[in-house]
């Protein structure tokens, strides 16, 4: 089992970059691929990013593609998204998850942060 939790989200104006990251504690981080996912009000949560276990391989959705990079250090257990040019549309909650497998499938996530909002302001 691992326990997660995101920092790092705020109030911000269109434009600006944001650094989300998520601390991991309990069994080993580097044993799991890890995802961002985000949830706007009144809508479905969505994915936003994947990453394996070494950090090799990576996939975005396309609505972020381009403004986001997710990475992690598994020496500190730590998983990071840096989002670039912010618009008003990323504002959601962001929930950091690991998985057993890569994937983009939020029901393949078997662990999941509380979240952490983030407000764009136009």
């Known amino acids: 089992q691992v326990q997660l939790v995101e920092s790092g989200g705020g109030l911000v104006q269109a434009g600006v970059s944001l650094n989300l990251s998520c601390s991991a504690s309990?069994?080993?981080?580097?044993?799991?691929?890890m995802g961002w996912f985000r949830q706007a009000t009144g809508k479905e949560r969505e994915f936003v990013a994947a990453?394996?276990?070494?950090?090799?391989?990576?996939i975005y959705a396309d609505a972020v593609k381009g403004r986001v990079t997710i990475s992690r250090d598994n020496g500190n257990n730590l998983l990071r998204l840096r989002m670039n040019t912010l618009k008003p549309e990323d504002t959601a909650v962001y929930y950091c998850?690991?998985?057993?497998?890569?994937?983009?499938?939020?029901?393949?996530?078997?662990?999941w942060g509380q979240g952490t909002q983030v407000t764009v302001s136009s």
């Open positions: 990453i394996n276990w070494n950090g090799e391989t990576t």
């Open positions: 998850a690991a998985a057993g497998k890569f994937s983009v499938l939020e029901y393949e996530y078997n662990y």
């Open positions: 309990g069994r080993r981080f580097s044993s799991y691929s």
